[in-house]
Protein backbone atom coordinates (compact mmCIF):
# COMPACT_ATOMS: atom_id res chain seq x y z
CA UNK A 1 0.00 0.00 0.00
CA UNK A 2 2.37 2.79 -0.87
CA UNK A 3 0.59 6.18 -1.34
CA UNK A 4 1.55 8.73 1.32
CA UNK A 5 -1.36 11.05 2.81
CA UNK A 6 -1.58 14.08 0.44
CA UNK A 7 -3.55 17.69 1.57
CA UNK A 8 -4.55 21.07 -0.09
CA UNK A 9 -4.88 24.18 1.64
CA UNK A 10 -7.38 26.14 0.24
CA UNK A 11 -7.20 30.31 0.67
CA UNK A 12 -10.24 32.88 0.12
CA UNK A 13 -13.92 33.25 1.48
CA UNK A 14 -16.22 30.18 1.17
CA UNK A 15 -13.65 28.03 0.45
CA UNK A 16 -12.75 24.31 1.88
CA UNK A 17 -9.68 25.12 4.38
CA UNK A 18 -8.38 21.29 3.85
CA UNK A 19 -8.47 17.99 1.91
CA UNK A 20 -6.66 15.24 2.73
CA UNK A 21 -6.35 11.68 2.03
CA UNK A 22 -5.48 8.74 4.88
CA UNK A 23 -2.58 6.49 4.67
CA UNK A 24 -4.13 3.96 1.77
CA UNK A 25 -6.30 6.37 0.55
CA UNK A 26 -9.11 4.52 1.65
CA UNK A 27 -10.57 8.07 3.31
CA UNK A 28 -10.66 11.89 3.15
CA UNK A 29 -10.94 14.04 5.86
CA UNK A 30 -12.37 17.86 5.08
CA UNK A 31 -11.60 21.03 6.84
CA UNK A 32 -14.35 23.46 6.84
CA UNK A 33 -14.88 26.80 8.13
CA UNK A 34 -17.77 25.72 10.70
CA UNK A 35 -16.19 22.09 11.69
CA UNK A 36 -14.87 18.87 9.19
CA UNK A 37 -16.17 15.67 8.30
CA UNK A 38 -14.77 12.43 7.37
CA UNK A 39 -15.60 10.36 3.81
CA UNK A 40 -15.28 7.06 2.34
CA UNK A 41 -13.36 8.19 -1.12
CA UNK A 42 -14.11 4.94 -3.06
CA UNK A 43 -17.18 5.16 -3.37
CA UNK A 44 -18.01 8.41 -2.15
CA UNK A 45 -20.23 8.12 1.42
CA UNK A 46 -19.80 10.32 4.58
CA UNK A 47 -18.95 8.16 7.23
CA UNK A 48 -19.28 11.27 10.29
CA UNK A 49 -19.65 14.99 10.40
CA UNK A 50 -18.69 17.17 13.32
CA UNK A 51 -20.19 21.21 13.48
CA UNK A 52 -18.43 23.89 15.18
CA UNK A 53 -18.20 27.76 15.55
CA UNK A 54 -14.63 27.85 13.86
CA UNK A 55 -12.27 26.60 11.49
CA UNK A 56 -10.16 23.36 10.99
CA UNK A 57 -7.15 23.84 8.58
CA UNK A 58 -5.48 20.29 9.20
CA UNK A 59 -7.39 17.36 9.64
CA UNK A 60 -5.34 14.08 9.72
CA UNK A 61 -6.32 10.82 9.94
CA UNK A 62 -4.82 7.68 11.12
CA UNK A 63 -5.71 4.62 9.10
CA UNK A 64 -9.44 4.51 9.64
CA UNK A 65 -9.67 4.25 13.36
CA UNK A 66 -11.54 7.18 15.55
CA UNK A 67 -8.08 9.28 16.36
CA UNK A 68 -7.91 12.29 14.66
CA UNK A 69 -5.19 15.19 14.58
CA UNK A 70 -6.69 18.44 14.84
CA UNK A 71 -5.49 22.01 14.20
CA UNK A 72 -7.96 25.37 13.70
CA UNK A 73 -7.63 27.31 10.40
CA UNK A 74 -9.23 30.13 8.80
CA UNK A 75 -10.49 33.33 9.88
CA UNK A 76 -11.80 32.07 13.00
CA UNK A 77 -10.25 28.74 14.25
CA UNK A 78 -11.71 26.85 16.57
CA UNK A 79 -8.42 25.94 18.46
CA UNK A 80 -5.32 27.71 18.52
CA UNK A 81 -3.21 27.36 15.21
CA UNK A 82 -0.32 26.68 17.52
CA UNK A 83 -1.86 23.56 18.76
CA UNK A 84 -2.69 20.22 17.97
CA UNK A 85 -5.72 18.44 19.25
CA UNK A 86 -5.90 14.63 19.69
CA UNK A 87 -9.85 13.79 18.62
CA UNK A 88 -11.64 10.60 19.59
CA UNK A 89 -14.07 10.44 17.65
CA UNK A 90 -15.55 7.48 19.70
CA UNK A 91 -15.89 9.81 22.77
CA UNK A 92 -16.61 12.85 20.32
CA UNK A 93 -13.81 14.79 22.50
CA UNK A 94 -10.65 15.73 22.82
CA UNK A 95 -8.38 13.67 24.78
CA UNK A 96 -5.22 15.45 24.61
CA UNK A 97 -3.39 18.10 22.96
CA UNK A 98 0.13 19.51 22.05
CA UNK A 99 1.37 23.35 22.25
CA UNK A 100 4.06 25.39 20.36
CA UNK A 101 4.98 28.84 19.74
CA UNK A 102 4.58 29.23 16.37
CA UNK A 103 1.36 28.13 14.15
CA UNK A 104 1.41 24.62 13.17
CA UNK A 105 1.80 23.99 9.47
CA UNK A 106 0.78 20.29 9.14
CA UNK A 107 0.79 17.10 11.77
CA UNK A 108 1.56 13.41 10.16
CA UNK A 109 0.69 10.00 12.42
CA UNK A 110 1.19 6.15 12.26
CA UNK A 111 0.55 4.25 14.58
CA UNK A 112 3.67 4.35 16.58
CA UNK A 113 4.53 8.29 15.91
CA UNK A 114 3.21 11.63 15.76
CA UNK A 115 5.19 14.16 13.28
CA UNK A 116 4.24 17.87 13.71
CA UNK A 117 5.48 20.44 10.99
CA UNK A 118 6.53 23.63 12.00
CA UNK A 119 7.59 26.52 9.88
CA UNK A 120 11.41 26.31 10.56
CA UNK A 121 11.51 23.09 13.13
CA UNK A 122 9.85 19.41 12.85
CA UNK A 123 9.26 17.69 15.67
CA UNK A 124 8.62 13.97 16.30
CA UNK A 125 6.65 12.68 19.32
CA UNK A 126 5.43 9.21 20.59
CA UNK A 127 2.63 8.30 19.92
CA UNK A 128 1.19 6.50 22.99
CA UNK A 129 3.36 8.71 25.45
CA UNK A 130 3.66 11.64 23.69
CA UNK A 131 7.30 11.90 24.70
CA UNK A 132 9.40 14.22 23.04
CA UNK A 133 11.74 12.08 20.88
CA UNK A 134 13.79 14.21 18.07
CA UNK A 135 13.65 17.85 16.68
CA UNK A 136 14.93 18.45 13.82
CA UNK A 137 15.93 22.27 12.18
CA UNK A 138 14.50 22.88 8.73
CA UNK A 139 14.17 25.18 5.90
CA UNK A 140 11.60 27.52 5.92
CA UNK A 141 8.82 25.64 5.50
CA UNK A 142 5.21 27.50 4.91
CA UNK A 143 3.79 24.44 3.22
CA UNK A 144 4.30 22.30 5.71
CA UNK A 145 6.26 19.51 3.87
CA UNK A 146 7.12 16.22 5.50
CA UNK A 147 6.87 12.67 4.72
CA UNK A 148 6.07 9.64 7.20
CA UNK A 149 6.34 6.19 6.04
CA UNK A 150 2.96 4.35 7.22
CA UNK A 151 4.82 1.09 7.22
CA UNK A 152 6.53 -1.18 10.16
CA UNK A 153 10.42 1.17 8.90
CA UNK A 154 10.00 4.18 10.33
CA UNK A 155 11.76 6.90 7.52
CA UNK A 156 10.95 10.38 7.90
CA UNK A 157 11.41 12.72 4.90
CA UNK A 158 11.59 16.80 5.79
CA UNK A 159 13.21 20.00 4.11
CA UNK A 160 17.49 20.03 5.30
CA UNK A 161 18.56 23.49 6.17
CA UNK A 162 19.30 24.51 2.80
CA UNK A 163 17.29 25.65 -0.37
CA UNK A 164 15.78 22.99 -2.40
CA UNK A 165 17.55 19.90 -0.01
CA UNK A 166 15.87 16.92 1.35
CA UNK A 167 16.72 15.28 4.90
CA UNK A 168 16.33 11.74 5.25
CA UNK A 169 16.02 9.76 8.40
CA UNK A 170 16.32 6.00 8.61
CA UNK A 171 15.78 5.07 11.52
CA UNK A 172 15.88 1.10 11.79
CA UNK A 173 19.30 1.81 10.42
CA UNK A 174 20.10 4.38 12.71
CA UNK A 175 21.42 6.53 9.60
CA UNK A 176 20.45 10.14 8.53
CA UNK A 177 21.51 12.21 4.96
CA UNK A 178 20.75 14.65 3.30
CA UNK A 179 20.16 15.28 -1.04
CA UNK A 180 20.43 18.08 -3.04
CA UNK A 181 17.06 17.58 -5.11
CA UNK A 182 16.29 20.86 -6.76
CA UNK A 183 18.04 24.11 -6.94
CA UNK A 184 15.26 26.02 -5.91
CA UNK A 185 12.49 25.56 -3.14
CA UNK A 186 10.94 22.32 -2.67
CA UNK A 187 7.16 22.47 -2.63
CA UNK A 188 6.28 18.78 -2.91
CA UNK A 189 8.03 15.84 -0.70
CA UNK A 190 5.93 12.21 -0.65
CA UNK A 191 7.06 9.10 0.48
CA UNK A 192 5.56 5.87 -0.79
CA UNK A 193 4.13 3.85 2.53
CA UNK A 194 6.79 1.55 2.88
CA UNK A 195 9.29 4.91 2.89
CA UNK A 196 11.68 3.45 0.08
CA UNK A 197 10.77 5.92 -2.80
CA UNK A 198 10.41 9.74 -2.57
CA UNK A 199 9.24 12.40 -5.16
CA UNK A 200 9.88 15.72 -5.19
CA UNK A 201 9.00 18.38 -7.10
CA UNK A 202 10.34 22.44 -7.05
CA UNK A 203 8.06 25.49 -6.77
CA UNK A 204 9.02 25.69 -10.79
CA UNK A 205 7.11 22.84 -10.81
CA UNK A 206 8.19 21.46 -14.69
CA UNK A 207 10.00 18.42 -13.32
CA UNK A 208 8.95 15.44 -10.86
CA UNK A 209 12.08 13.28 -9.34
CA UNK A 210 11.69 10.05 -7.76
CA UNK A 211 14.66 8.73 -5.26
CA UNK A 212 15.33 5.96 -3.86
CA UNK A 213 15.40 6.61 0.06
CA UNK A 214 17.80 3.26 0.87
CA UNK A 215 20.75 4.90 -0.88
CA UNK A 216 19.85 8.82 -2.16
CA UNK A 217 20.09 7.73 -5.72
CA UNK A 218 17.75 9.89 -8.59
CA UNK A 219 16.09 6.78 -9.93
CA UNK A 220 14.20 8.77 -12.62
CA UNK A 221 12.89 12.42 -13.50
CA UNK A 222 9.09 13.27 -15.06
CA UNK A 223 8.57 16.18 -16.97
CA UNK A 224 5.30 17.69 -16.40
CA UNK A 225 5.75 20.47 -18.45
CA UNK A 226 7.62 23.98 -19.96
CA UNK A 227 6.03 26.47 -18.42
CA UNK A 228 5.86 27.38 -14.49
CA UNK A 229 2.83 25.97 -12.53
CA UNK A 230 2.72 24.60 -8.68
CA UNK A 231 2.65 20.90 -8.58
CA UNK A 232 -0.62 20.37 -5.77
CA UNK A 233 0.04 16.96 -5.01
CA UNK A 234 2.03 13.82 -5.77
CA UNK A 235 0.69 10.06 -5.22
CA UNK A 236 2.05 7.06 -5.45
CA UNK A 237 0.22 3.85 -6.33
CA UNK A 238 0.23 0.89 -3.97
CA UNK A 239 2.63 -1.14 -6.17
CA UNK A 240 5.01 2.06 -6.52
CA UNK A 241 5.04 1.49 -10.14
CA UNK A 242 3.04 4.34 -11.25
CA UNK A 243 2.99 8.41 -9.79
CA UNK A 244 -0.56 10.73 -10.20
CA UNK A 245 0.70 14.12 -10.05
CA UNK A 246 -1.72 17.61 -10.60
CA UNK A 247 -0.81 20.53 -10.76
CA UNK A 248 -2.62 24.48 -11.01
CA UNK A 249 -2.54 24.13 -14.56
CA UNK A 250 -5.42 21.87 -14.32
CA UNK A 251 -3.68 18.93 -15.41
CA UNK A 252 -3.71 15.32 -13.52
CA UNK A 253 -0.59 13.45 -15.07
CA UNK A 254 -0.16 9.72 -14.73
CA UNK A 255 3.78 8.53 -14.60
CA UNK A 256 4.65 5.13 -14.91
CA UNK A 257 7.73 3.97 -12.86
CA UNK A 258 8.39 0.31 -14.33
CA UNK A 259 7.95 -0.91 -17.90
CA UNK A 260 4.21 -2.33 -18.25
CA UNK A 261 3.43 1.33 -19.21
CA UNK A 262 5.00 3.54 -21.40
CA UNK A 263 5.62 7.18 -20.70
CA UNK A 264 5.94 9.57 -23.58
CA UNK A 265 8.94 10.67 -25.02
CA UNK A 266 9.74 13.64 -27.40
CA UNK A 267 10.33 12.07 -31.01
CA UNK A 268 13.90 13.48 -31.01
CA UNK A 269 14.99 11.45 -28.10
CA UNK A 270 17.98 10.42 -30.46
CA UNK A 271 19.14 14.21 -29.87
CA UNK A 272 19.58 14.00 -26.12
CA UNK A 273 22.35 15.86 -25.01
CA UNK A 274 22.11 18.75 -27.27
CA UNK A 275 18.71 19.84 -27.81
CA UNK A 276 16.88 20.62 -25.08
CA UNK A 277 14.14 18.45 -23.78
CA UNK A 278 14.99 16.05 -26.40
CA UNK A 279 15.67 13.52 -23.48
CA UNK A 280 12.86 14.09 -21.24
CA UNK A 281 10.29 11.59 -19.97
CA UNK A 282 6.51 12.94 -20.15
CA UNK A 283 3.48 11.46 -18.99
CA UNK A 284 2.00 8.09 -19.89
CA UNK A 285 -1.86 9.36 -19.65
CA UNK A 286 -3.02 12.87 -18.60
CA UNK A 287 -6.13 14.76 -17.92
CA UNK A 288 -7.46 17.98 -17.91
CA UNK A 289 -10.33 19.15 -15.37
CA UNK A 290 -11.39 23.05 -14.89
CA UNK A 291 -9.36 23.44 -11.54
CA UNK A 292 -6.34 25.24 -10.12
CA UNK A 293 -6.47 23.66 -6.75
CA UNK A 294 -6.68 20.07 -6.13
CA UNK A 295 -5.46 16.69 -5.05
CA UNK A 296 -5.20 13.56 -6.94
CA UNK A 297 -4.16 9.97 -6.14
CA UNK A 298 -5.08 6.16 -6.89
CA UNK A 299 -8.23 4.38 -5.62
CA UNK A 300 -7.75 2.04 -2.85
CA UNK A 301 -8.81 -0.98 -4.34
CA UNK A 302 -7.33 -2.27 -7.61
CA UNK A 303 -9.80 -2.89 -10.25
CA UNK A 304 -10.20 -5.85 -12.73
CA UNK A 305 -8.09 -7.91 -15.23
CA UNK A 306 -8.78 -7.32 -18.89
CA UNK A 307 -6.30 -10.05 -21.27
CA UNK A 308 -4.91 -8.80 -24.13
CA UNK A 309 -4.74 -11.51 -26.56
CA UNK A 310 -1.59 -12.07 -28.56
CA UNK A 311 0.87 -9.14 -26.87
CA UNK A 312 4.12 -10.15 -24.95
CA UNK A 313 4.79 -9.12 -21.31
CA UNK A 314 7.70 -8.83 -19.66
CA UNK A 315 6.39 -8.53 -16.33
CA UNK A 316 8.37 -11.60 -15.39
CA UNK A 317 7.30 -13.92 -12.29
CA UNK A 318 4.54 -12.12 -11.04
CA UNK A 319 2.98 -11.69 -14.51
CA UNK A 320 3.14 -15.37 -15.09
CA UNK A 321 1.40 -15.86 -11.86
CA UNK A 322 -1.20 -13.55 -12.66
CA UNK A 323 -1.68 -15.57 -16.45
CA UNK A 324 -2.15 -18.68 -14.24
CA UNK A 325 -5.02 -17.61 -11.74
CA UNK A 326 -6.70 -16.02 -15.15
CA UNK A 327 -6.04 -19.27 -17.30
CA UNK A 328 -4.50 -17.30 -20.50
CA UNK A 329 -3.14 -18.68 -23.14
CA UNK A 330 0.80 -18.26 -23.83
CA UNK A 331 1.80 -14.93 -25.22
CA UNK A 332 -1.59 -13.24 -23.44
CA UNK A 333 -0.82 -10.10 -21.62
CA UNK A 334 -2.98 -9.02 -18.70
CA UNK A 335 -3.88 -5.03 -18.98
CA UNK A 336 -5.07 -4.05 -15.03
CA UNK A 337 -8.17 -1.08 -14.35
CA UNK A 338 -6.90 1.17 -12.39
CA UNK A 339 -9.08 4.12 -10.70
CA UNK A 340 -7.50 7.69 -9.47
CA UNK A 341 -9.96 10.37 -7.59
CA UNK A 342 -9.63 13.94 -7.55
CA UNK A 343 -10.38 16.56 -5.19
CA UNK A 344 -11.19 19.77 -5.76
CA UNK A 345 -11.27 22.91 -3.28
CA UNK A 346 -14.18 24.40 -5.40
CA UNK A 347 -15.93 20.72 -3.37
CA UNK A 348 -16.17 18.28 -6.81
CA UNK A 349 -14.68 14.57 -6.55
CA UNK A 350 -13.95 12.92 -10.14
CA UNK A 351 -13.43 9.14 -10.47
CA UNK A 352 -11.66 8.20 -13.47
CA UNK A 353 -10.08 4.67 -14.58
CA UNK A 354 -7.87 3.76 -17.15
CA UNK A 355 -5.95 0.17 -18.78
CA UNK A 356 -2.25 -0.76 -18.77
CA UNK A 357 -3.03 -0.83 -23.07
CA UNK A 358 -5.19 2.17 -23.20
CA UNK A 359 -4.07 5.88 -24.41
CA UNK A 360 -7.37 7.28 -22.98
CA UNK A 361 -8.58 7.91 -18.88
CA UNK A 362 -12.37 7.94 -18.59
CA UNK A 363 -14.75 10.18 -16.00
CA UNK A 364 -16.64 7.52 -14.23
CA UNK A 365 -18.32 9.47 -11.73
CA UNK A 366 -18.43 13.12 -10.55
CA UNK A 367 -19.94 14.75 -7.89
CA UNK A 368 -19.94 17.39 -5.30
CA UNK A 369 -18.80 16.35 -1.75
CA UNK A 370 -19.11 19.68 -0.14
CA UNK A 371 -21.14 22.68 -0.67
CA UNK A 372 -19.30 26.22 -0.84
CA UNK A 373 -20.53 28.49 1.86
CA UNK A 374 -19.28 31.91 3.53
Not at 324 to 352: E, M, P, Q
Request: some cysteine; overall charge positive; aromatic content about 8%.
Amino acid sequence: KNIRMISLKAQGPGSILHISFNQDNSCFACGEHDGFFVADACPLKERFRREFDGGFGEVEMLNKCNILALVGGGANPQYPKNKVIIWDDYQVQSITELAFQSDVKAVRMRKDRIVVVLEKRTDIYDFVELKLLDQIETFNNPLGLCGLSAETDLVLACLGEKVGEVRIDLYKQNRTYTLPAHATAITQLVLNQSGTRLATASEKGTMVRLWDTLNGKKVAEYRRGTQTAIITSISFNRESTMICVASSTGTIHIYSCDENIENQTSSFAVFKGWMPLAGDVWSAKKIYINEQNAIAAFGEKEGNKHIVIGKNNKRGEEEKRRKRKKKTKKGDRIDLTHLFLVLCASGKYYKYSFTDGASECHLEETYMFAGRHG
